[in-house]
């Protein structure tokens, strides 16, 4: 299970050098390995660099929960690389909705959101929430780690597949390859850890293909409160 505690007094050690930009932070503990040699990924890193005013208008859109998302992932050790989940999920967009159903920040089912205890209904969808869909989406991630025995390619490809899709395609063709994005998955999952692997490879040196990142303060957003009745949004700004 994910343990998170937020705001300021009690983050991770790792957050706590205010004198660094948060870029400086996510980079510095990024975990995943590079691939920004890959002619996949090479390809998506074109595709950023063709689209840059929807990769800012999304790193814009990012400021109000990136703080609380990177202290989430850092708090559990975890790669640093799955803040930036939510960019190619949902563009950070945490009232993003798919065709098929998932919705949220994380872009999760409903099957998967309510294996997690997420509330869904008429009145309220928890994978709506920032707090509740973040702690879900990393106990998910982590529950998967570990179902592939410490691979983060699958685990990470198998958030977006199923980890079904992906350990009969692991299954099939059992010659190992050097990505999981080169075996026989949907088009949507082999597409998925490249561009979240192009992002890194951006974030990690924004020179070199040309990108100059906007301020990410190292601070908390937000805080959360609790109400004890539904408000409309109109009372809560009373209250």
Known sequence: QIQVKYPVDQLPCKLCYFDKSLWQVLRQNFKLKQADDDPVVKEYIKSYQANKHCFYTTIARSQMYMHYILAAVLQNDLPAELALLPYVESNNDPFAHSKAGASGLWQMM????????????????????????????????????????????????????????????????????????????????????????????????????????PEMKNSPYFSTISLKRNYAFSQIEEI
């Open 110 to 213: 409903p099957s998967v959101a309510s294996t997690l205890k997420l509330h869904i209904d008429y009145w309220r969808d928890d994978r709506r929430d920032i707090v509740l869909s973040t702690e879900a989406a990393l106990t998910h991630l982590k529950s998967l780690h570990k179902g592939f025995a410490g691979n983060w390619e699958y685990a990470i490809s198998a958030y977006n597949a199923g980890q079904t899709r992906v350990k009969r395609a692991l299954r099939q063709e059992p010659q190992a390859k050097k990505h999981i994005w080169h075996y026989s998955l949907a088009q949507e999952t082999k597409q998925y850890l490249p561009k979240l692997l192009a992002l890194q490879a951006i974030i990690a040196n924004p020179e070199k293909y040309g990108f100059t990142l």
